[in-house]
């Protein structure tokens, strides 16, 4: 009698406190996974109103204002008169849009981030009601895939969104989005790779068992980094969110949205920038597990003490979102994509590489540790050193085209006549009379 290879061990249950696996899935009653998917749904919702709250005093702050302060003690009911406002403003479809797309792409950008967080584990095995289930609503052979997959889908709402308005403002941003996630989505799956060999898995309850000891963050921190950096343009956020860019593109992919489907828009990017968070988390800082010296404490990872190490953990990641928005400036596009393709893939590559070669090498019984630290650190000066040539360069470079421009201008000498308007950007024609000259009164201008 053959045996599959595909087919499971048999499952048994977990008792309470207990890591959960992979077998300890499936066993639960109807109406307790029915309760678990209700509350991840709510956790979300309320995460949601949380984070713009907590995003607008936090960067209050850091700016010296107060931020929210009059509805409700400080300020805590100012998100639920945001969501109670948006759906009560007029629903405006533009002439000339695909109306089913348009009217699909806010949900397509929303359904992924809330599916993604299905596979991320809150804690151990508990006790329900008399039945023992660990606090995650599922878990898959390959669950990190399936939030990748779940992020490549949601890209899908912005780009048809974007397509779907019937306007240049739109579909550029739409375009942009589209190319950014394909960068950035090949760095972060990359740099999962290194956490894959290291736990031997893709299951996230696994991946979280296996960081008992020492966080990955620490083993694994050029992957960390890398990962920290790909999530930040996974969500479309500040110094990333070129998609919307309102400098460049007016409003960005959501232009000529209102009312309810720019609140969806708006929902799916603090719902994935949640998740991204989770998954950072779950993968490079333990999970669950209490840091250290909490975790020598009898207990600390038993019960439902791990829900509270968790969402300390989440808030913190959370805060390093907001952080990065309050402090640093939208790049160029250029920028973004030299960054994604020339700095991150390559390095996610070369640590592969260096991963994969010291795991074979402690398989043989040779001691690698001194080795792995050297090469982490020579990895993280070439890709220090790597952006910051890249920099000058393109300073050097600015220079030299100035520097020809301003020699091309003195050879021909002003021709200018003295007109301030004159050698600028060229501006679309207007239909009135406008500026014409140093004679011209702004008393003529407002008439015309």
């Given at each position: 009698?053959?045996?599959?290879?595909?087919?499971?061990?048999?499952?048994?249950?977990?008792?309470?406190?207990?890591?959960?696996?992979?077998?300890?899935?499936?066993?639960?009653?109807?109406?307790?996974?029915?309760?678990?998917?209700?509350?991840?749904?709510?956790?979300?919702?309320?995460?949601?109103?949380?984070?713009?709250?907590?995003?607008?005093?936090?960067?209050?702050?850091?700016?010296?204002?107060?931020?929210?302060?009059?509805?409700?003690?400080?300020?805590?009911?100012?998100?639920?008169?945001?969501?109670?406002?948006?759906?009560?403003?007029?629903?405006?479809?533009?002439?000339?849009?695909?109306?089913?797309?348009?009217?699909?792409?806010?949900?397509?950008?929303?359904?992924?981030?809330?599916?993604?967080?299905?596979?991320?584990?809150?804690?151990?095995?508990?006790?329900?009601?008399?039945?023992?289930?660990?606090?995650?609503?599922?878990?898959?052979?390959?669950?990190?895939?399936?939030?990748?997959?779940?992020?490549?889908?949601?890209?899908?709402?912005?780009?048809?969104?974007?397509?779907?308005?019937?306007?240049?403002?739109?579909?550029?941003?739409?375009?942009?989005?589209?190319?950014?996630v394909i960068s950035y989505e090949i760095g972060m799956g990359l740099?999962?790779?290194?956490?894959?060999?290291?736990?031997?898995?893709?299951?996230?309850?696994?991946?979280?068992?296996?960081?008992?000891?020492?966080?990955?963050?620490?083993?694994?921190?050029?992957?960390?980094?890398?990962?920290?950096?790909?999530?930040?343009?996974?969500?479309?956020?500040?110094?990333?969110?070129?998609?919307?860019?309102?400098?460049?593109?007016?409003?960005?992919?959501?232009?000529?949205?209102?009312?309810?489907?720019?609140?969806?828009?708006?929902?799916?990017?603090?719902?994935?920038?949640?998740?991204?968070?989770?998954?950072?988390?779950?993968?490079?800082?333990?999970?669950?597990?209490?840091?250290?010296?909490?975790?020598?404490?009898?207990?600390?990872?038993?019960?439902?003490?791990?829900?509270?190490?968790?969402?300390?953990?989440?808030?913190?990641?959370?805060?390093?979102?907001?952080?990065?928005?309050?402090?640093?400036?939208?790049?160029?596009?250029?920028?973004?994509?030299k960054l994604g393709w020339k700095v991150l893939i390559p390095g996610?590559?070369?640590?592969?590489?260096?991963?994969?070669?010291?795991?074979?090498?402690?398989?043989?019984?040779?001691?690698?540790?001194?080795?792995?630290?050297?090469?982490?650190?020579?990895?993280?000066?070439?890709?220090?050193?790597?952006?910051?040539?890249?920099?000058?360069?393109?300073?050097?470079?600015?220079?030299?085209?100035?520097?020809?421009?301003?020699?091309?201008?003195?050879?021909?000498?002003?021709?200018?006549?003295?007109?301030?308007?004159?050698?600028?950007?060229?501006?679309?024609?207007?239909?009135?009379?406008?500026?014409?000259?140093?004679?011209?009164?702004?008393?003529?201008?407002?008439?015309?």
């Open positions: 009698m053959t045996t599959s290879l595909l087919a499971a061990p048999p499952a048994t249950p977990l008792a309470a406190g207990e890591a959960p696996t992979l077998e300890a899935f499936g066993l639960d009653p109807w109406w307790l996974i029915l309760a678990k998917a209700v509350l991840i749904f709510v956790f979300l919702m309320l995460m949601v109103l949380f984070e713009i709250w907590f995003e607008r005093r936090f960067m209050a702050r850091m700016q010296n204002r107060l931020g929210p302060n009059r509805v409700g003690p400080l300020g805590l009911l100012q998100p639920i008169a945001d969501g109670l406002k948006l759906p009560l403003k007029e629903d405006l479809v533009p002439r000339g849009v695909d109306r089913p797309v348009f009217i699909l792409a806010p949900a397509l950008a929303t359904m992924p981030a809330f599916l993604a967080f299905a596979i991320i584990p809150f804690g151990p095995t508990v006790s329900v009601f008399g039945h023992q289930t660990p606090l995650q609503l599922a878990d898959l052979p390959v669950a990190v895939l399936f939030v990748l997959a779940m992020s490549s889908l949601g890209v899908y709402g912005i780009v048809l969104g974007g397509w779907a308005s019937a306007s240049p403002y739109s579909l550029l941003g739409g375009l942009r989005s589209s190319a950014q740099s999962f790779v290194a956490v894959f060999l290291f736990a031997g898995s893709l299951s996230t309850s696994e991946i979280v068992a296996s960081q008992e000891r020492i966080w990955y963050a620490v083993v694994l921190f050029p992957s960390f980094v890398i990962y920290a950096i790909t999530m930040v343009g996974e969500v479309n956020r500040i110094p990333f969110d070129l998609p919307e860019g309102e400098g460049e593109l007016v409003g960005g992919f959501h232009t000529e949205y209102s009312s309810l489907k720019f609140g969806m828009f708006m929902l799916a990017e603090y719902v994935n920038m949640t998740t991204v968070s989770a998954l950072a988390v779950t993968l490079f800082l333990g999970g669950w597990r209490a840091p250290w010296p909490i975790s020598l404490v009898d207990g600390a990872n038993a019960g439902w003490w791990p829900v509270l190490w968790f969402m300390i953990k989440l808030l913190l990641t959370i805060s390093f979102f907001i952080w990065l928005r309050a402090t640093l400036p939208r790049v160029r596009y250029d920028q973004l994509m996610a590559l070369a640590w592969i590489m260096v991963v994969a070669t010291i795991r074979v090498l402690r398989n043989e019984g040779i001691s690698t540790q001194q080795v792995f630290f050297a090469v982490a650190i020579v990895l993280g000066i070439y890709i220090v050193a790597s952006y910051l040539w890249d920099a000058v360069r393109g300073n050097r470079r600015d220079a030299e085209e100035q520097e020809a421009t301003a020699a091309e201008r003195a050879g021909a000498g002003d021709s200018t006549g003295g007109d301030p308007m004159a050698g600028g950007y060229p501006v679309p024609p207007l239909d009135a009379p406008h500026y014409h000259g140093r004679n011209s009164t702004s008393k003529e201008v407002n008439r015309a």
